[in-house]
């Protein structure tokens, strides 16, 4: 299957992705870093699958979310009828579920189900045994509870069923983790969960303030953050998966389960755009714990909770989604220096406190212990940006951000009046900038660059105009909006950076990335040139799915999207481009 053959379903603590055909071959329980989970994605049916699907040959395929929902139906047409799967998770109490109904619409289908239960990353085979009309599958911490009221039975190391339906007929199948200590979870009732399910979804949506040309992508792509949030937390996870790849048969494949805090200016902003100033309230304290410590400590990602230790494995029984291999859990880059995060960290802040979040003396504390540790910090080189495993470099992009750390303490002296050293504060802002313009942009090529010294150009660099560093009409950022439309510009779409393995230490090859297409559509908007704007807008949301889902990258040639998904922060920059693009919408400046 392909990635964009999938659509999500969650409950906002957990997700899976139901495939065209009709099989669920990811899945994490109780949380998106658990190792109780099918890996099939990664590792084909034998590592875990859930298939549910007509047991004859299917002539035509359908499928849609209900509304504004996470309730999935998938529509299979075959010779002798048609039928219907619903796929949902209800937004749970303790234990999370899963719910398919298989309904019978005409004709007669013959249906087959197969369920490949496989803990711990497709490694663990649990023990299934039938007990009081329930499959029951546990092995070491994790239990799975499977009711149905068809007959299952054992075949292999696998559950199967057979079962026909016929129109108007429905037949329920529940699958729910809970911990092998605990007692079984009591019974639902799935038809009237698939109801309730529709309603939580609708009455979350209905809170969407933007009426704008593209409300349907913005409003899926709001129902798709609320998705990857942890809800218990307000942490929002960049994908629900990892090791899906950005190159297919490449190495690099990462896990996104993760919170970065790169995101958070951006998705705090496009969350108060719509209208969501809970969720934008609960993100930016889930930041102000996560971060909560001394800055020298702070990392660039966490766990949904906030965990900080997340150590990268290799699971090296598991051959990769179409061959890519590694297939990684965890991520080292968390152990990186990425000094733009800081410059994230305290404009997030900045947006908080500029839409009227509430704010407190912890936080500004915070940020000024952030601002004391970037001025000893600033000139070191770093990671940047995108991470690369190479060696450190003083990336253009991560000074700007610097720069953006000390703008945003200055003005909130200057705006909101809270104590702050901010004559310093100024004379270094002023020192970043000059430091940046002298070195990091080249005069022969007209453009700033990747990093001092370098002539390579970097797509980071179009959220120059966006964070307020230089105004849109600088000869320098247009110089070098032109740059990235003539070098990195790729059948349409933005490419990162020419990847080279001397920049991040690893082989060339990955697809456009569609956060960076978006950003320089926002920064056309902000030139006038919104016609061209506009195009480019939409032939990103072209690349979308059939359900509106996006993944981090995509490749133009073969057609088909590439990398972890649905990546949360092509979403968000979907959101804040609509924004930007619609009439008498939110202006692009963030500052």
């Given at each position: 299957?392909?990635?964009?053959?999938?659509?999500?379903?969650?409950?906002?603590?957990?997700?899976?992705?139901?495939?065209?055909?009709?099989?669920?071959?990811?899945?994490?329980?109780?949380?998106?870093?658990?190792?109780?989970?099918?890996?099939?994605?990664?590792?084909?049916?034998?590592?875990?699958?859930?298939?549910?699907?007509?047991?004859?040959?299917?002539?035509?395929?359908?499928?849609?979310?209900?509304?504004?929902?996470?309730?999935?139906?998938?529509?299979?047409?075959?010779?002798?009828?048609?039928?219907?799967?619903?796929?949902?998770?209800?937004?749970?109490?303790?234990?999370?579920?899963?719910?398919?109904?298989?309904?019978?619409?005409?004709?007669?289908?013959?249906?087959?189900?197969?369920?490949?239960?496989?803990?711990?990353?497709?490694?663990?085979?649990?023990?299934?045994?039938?007990?009081?009309?329930?499959?029951?599958?546990?092995?070491?911490?994790?239990?799975?509870?499977?009711?149905?009221?068809?007959?299952?039975?054992?075949?292999?190391?696998?559950?199967?069923?057979d079962f026909t339906v016929r129109p108007g007929e429905k037949v329920p199948f529940v699958l729910t983790w809970y911990s092998s200590v605990d007692d079984p979870p009591a019974e639902i009732d799935a038809f009237d969960v698939v109801e309730d399910t529709m309603t939580w979804w609708?009455?979350?949506?209905?809170?969407?303030?933007?009426?704008?040309?593209?409300?349907?992508?913005?409003?899926?792509?709001?129902?798709?953050?609320?998705?990857?949030?942890?809800?218990?937390?307000?942490?929002?996870?960049?994908?629900?998966?990892?090791?899906?790849?950005?190159?297919?048969?490449?190495?690099?494949?990462?896990?996104?389960?993760?919170?970065?805090?790169?995101?958070?200016?951006?998705?705090?902003?496009?969350?108060?755009?719509?209208?969501?100033?809970?969720?934008?309230?609960?993100?930016?304290?889930?930041?102000?714990?996560?971060?909560?410590?001394?800055?020298?400590?702070?990392?660039?990602?966490?766990?949904?909770?906030?965990?900080?230790?997340?150590?990268?494995?290799?699971?090296?029984?598991?051959?990769?989604?179409?061959?890519?291999?590694?297939?990684?859990?965890?991520?080292?880059?968390?152990?990186?220096?990425?000094?733009?995060?800081?410059?994230?960290?305290?404009?997030?802040?900045?947006?908080?406190?500029?839409?009227?979040?509430?704010?407190?003396?912890?936080?500004?504390?915070?940020?000024?212990?952030?601002?004391?540790?970037?001025?000893?910090?600033?000139?070191?080189?770093?990671?940047?940006?995108?991470?690369?495993?190479?060696?450190?470099?003083?990336?253009?992009?991560?000074?700007?951000?610097?720069?953006?750390?000390?703008?945003?303490?200055?003005?909130?002296?200057?705006?909101?009046?809270?104590?702050?050293?901010?004559?310093?504060?100024?004379?270094?802002?002023?020192?970043?900038?000059?430091d940046v313009c002298a070195k990091g942009f080249d005069a022969a090529i007209g453009s700033f660059t990747q990093s001092y010294g370098s002539d390579a150009l970097d797509a980071s660099l179009l959220v120059l105009p966006l964070v307020g560093f230089l105004p849109i009409d600088d000869?320098?950022?247009?110089?070098?909006?032109?740059?990235?439309?003539?070098?990195?510009?790729?059948?349409?779409?933005?490419?990162?950076?020419?990847?080279?393995?001397?920049?991040?230490?690893?082989?060339?090859?990955?697809?456009?990335?569609?956060?960076?297409?978006?950003?320089?559509?926002?920064?056309?908007?902000?030139?006038?040139?919104?016609?061209?704007?506009?195009?480019?807008?939409?032939?990103?949301?072209?690349?979308?799915?059939?359900?509106?889902?996006?993944?981090?990258?995509?490749?133009?040639?073969?057609?088909?999207?590439?990398?972890?998904?649905?990546?949360?922060?092509?979403?968000?920059?979907?959101?804040?481009?609509?924004?930007?693009?619609?009439?008498?919408?939110?202006?692009?400046?963030?500052?």
């Amino acid at each position: 299957m392909k990635i964009e053959d999938y659509g999500l379903i969650s409950d906002t603590q957990t997700a899976a992705l139901v495939s065209t055909e009709g099989s669920i071959d990811w899945l994490c329980f109780p949380r998106f870093d658990s190792g109780a989970c099918f890996a099939a994605l990664l590792g084909g049916p034998e590592h875990g699958r859930w298939s549910l699907r007509p047991a004859g040959a299917i002539t035509s395929t359908r499928r849609s979310y209900r509304g504004d929902t996470l309730v999935l139906d998938t529509e299979f047409t075959t010779a002798t009828g048609r039928v219907r799967v619903t796929d949902c998770m209800p937004v749970r109490g303790r234990y999370p579920d899963i719910v398919r109904v298989v309904e019978g619409l005409d004709g007669e289908v013959d249906m087959h189900m197969q369920l490949v239960i496989r803990f711990d990353y497709g490694s663990v085979i649990p023990w299934v045994r039938s007990r009081d009309h329930r499959l029951v599958a546990i092995a070491g911490p994790d239990a799975l509870q499977l009711r149905t009221p068809v007959t299952t039975v054992g075949h292999g190391l696998t559950t199967v069923a057979d079962f026909t339906v016929r129109p108007g007929e429905k037949v329920p199948f529940v699958l729910t983790w809970y911990s092998s200590v605990d007692d079984p979870p009591a019974e639902i009732d799935a038809f009237d969960v698939v109801e309730d399910t529709m309603t939580w979804w609708e009455r979350w949506i209905a809170g969407c303030t933007y009426e704008g040309p593209w409300a349907a992508p913005v409003r899926r792509s709001l129902l798709t953050l609320k998705a990857l949030t942890y809800a218990p937390t307000g942490g929002i996870v960049a994908a629900a998966t990892t090791s899906l790849p950005e190159r297919i048969g490449g190495v690099r494949n990462w896990d996104y389960r993760y919170c970065w805090l790169r995101d958070a200016s951006f998705t705090l902003f496009a969350l108060m755009s719509a209208g969501f100033a809970t969720e934008a309230t609960a993100w930016r304290d889930w930041l102000l714990r996560a971060v909560a410590g001394s800055p020298w400590q702070l990392q660039i990602m966490y766990g949904p909770a906030g965990e900080r230790r997340l150590p990268e494995l290799v699971l090296d029984w598991l051959p990769g989604y179409e061959g890519s291999a590694p297939v990684r859990i965890g991520n080292a880059a968390s152990r990186q220096f990425q000094l733009d995060v800081y410059g994230e960290v305290m404009d997030s802040m900045h947006q908080a406190r500029r839409i009227g979040l509430s704010d407190d003396d912890e936080s500004w504390n915070l940020q000024r212990a952030i601002v004391d540790f970037v001025a000893e910090t600033w000139t070191r080189p770093d990671e940047g940006i995108w991470e690369v495993r190479g060696p450190r470099r003083h990336f253009t992009h991560s000074k700007v951000m610097a720069w953006v750390a000390f703008d945003r303490a200055v003005r909130a002296v200057e705006e909101h009046g809270l104590p702050g050293d901010v004559e310093r504060w100024r004379e270094v802002r002023d020192e970043i900038h000059a430091d940046v313009c002298a070195k990091g942009f080249d005069a022969a090529i007209g453009s700033f660059t990747q990093s001092y010294g370098s002539d390579a150009l970097d797509a980071s660099l179009l959220v120059l105009p966006l964070v307020g560093f230089l105004p849109i009409d600088d000869v320098r950022v247009r110089g070098t909006i032109e740059a990235v439309q003539k070098g990195l510009v790729r059948d349409g779409f933005v490419r990162r950076y020419v990847e080279e393995p001397s920049v991040d230490g690893l082989p060339e090859g990955e697809g456009v990335f569609l956060p960076c297409s978006f950003w320089l559509a926002d920064d056309l908007a902000l030139l006038g040139r919104v016609d061209e704007a506009t195009e480019l807008f939409e032939r990103c949301l072209g690349v979308a799915n059939d359900l509106g889902l996006l993944s981090e990258e995509y490749d133009p040639v073969a057609g088909r999207l590439l990398g972890n998904f649905p990546q949360a922060f092509s979403h968000v920059a979907l959101v804040n481009s609509a924004f930007n693009l619609t009439p008498d919408g939110v202006s692009g400046r963030r500052w």
